[in-house]
């Protein structure tokens, strides 16, 4: 009985006998079993790192399981005695020639990543991105998804987006809002001030602190020049700043205060 077994388990083709292959079936069945405990480990680590993206979580869990069915290939082909020297040149060659070939969409790739986990930006924010500005609507793994004030979408390939300096204007609760103002030489500085510190006033947005700023801040050849910072909660910069320049004009004029444009006097002799 044992001998019949045995020349059962020697009986082959070629390089490949019985119990070869059943010694390979069994390593791979075992293979399978820690691959889906390594899965459910990875995937128990994964679920309790909060500040990793969901994107990022899937390109991990992808990841892993790519690298653990090349390793038990491997090691099913040694079980074979299949030479696997030759099996990871082949892996590497092709692992090389794909990557020469998917440069830039690997490098966009890499770059998502790195963008998930650093989090300069988010979705909802509104950034300058090389002199693109939009709110954030994605950041994928390969393109950042920006839509303008004028409901255009800008895609942005992740390899640029971390190469550009980024200007995120939302990250911030508060934010400054700056002005110039010009009135005529005829009009008093006080007069001009109380002019400002009204139009301030009226817009409840505005808020106390930090302090409103008005100062007079230059002398041009036609007028002089004021300086106005205030600071309001983000979401209300633009509101605020194109308010402004509405109310300053009403104040102007309750104020008796003449807003300057540029003019050439010319003295005859």
């Not at 500005?133 to 839509?147: I, M, N, Q, R």
Request: aromatic share 10%.
């Amino acid at each position: 009985m044992l001998e019949t077994i045995q020349n059962i388990l020697g009986f082959g083709v070629g390089d490949f006998t019985v119990g070869g292959i059943l010694s390979a079936i069994v390593v791979l069945v075992v293979c399978i079993l820690v691959m889906r405990i390594l899965n459910i480990f990875i995937g128990k680590m994964l679920d309790r790192a909060n500040h990793l993206d969901k994107t990022i979580c899937g390109f991990i869990r992808t990841a892993a399981k790519i690298l653990l069915w090349a390793l038990t290939i491997i090691i099913v082909c040694d079980s074979l005695g299949i030479s696997t020297t030759s099996l990871v040149a082949l892996l590497s060659v092709v692992t090389l020639a794909l990557s020469l070939s998917v440069q830039n969409i690997m490098s966009n790739l890499f770059s998502g990543i790195t963008l998930l986990i650093t989090k300069p930006f988010g979705v909802g924010d509104y950034v300058d991105i090389s002199g693109k500005c939009g709110t954030v609507k994605s950041v994928g793994l390969f393109y950042t998804v920006l839509d303008t004030v004028d409901n255009t979408v800008v895609s942005i390939p992740n390899a640029d987006a971390t190469a550009a300096s980024v200007m995120n204007y939302s990250r911030e609760p508060k934010r400054r809002v700056d002005f110039k103002f010009t009135a005529s030489y005829d009009s008093p500085t006080e007069d001009v001030k109380a002019a400002l510190y009204d139009a301030i006033n009226a817009d409840s947005r505005i808020l106390k602190d930090p302090e409103p700023f008005v100062k007079l801040s230059g002398y041009n050849a036609s007028d002089i020049e004021y300086t106005v910072r205030v600071w309001v909660n983000s979401p209300d910069y633009w509101n605020v700043n194109f308010a402004m320049y509405e109310k300053v004009r009403e104040t102007f004029a309750e104020h008796g205060v003449q807003m300057a444009y540029s003019q050439l006097d010319v003295h005859m002799k």
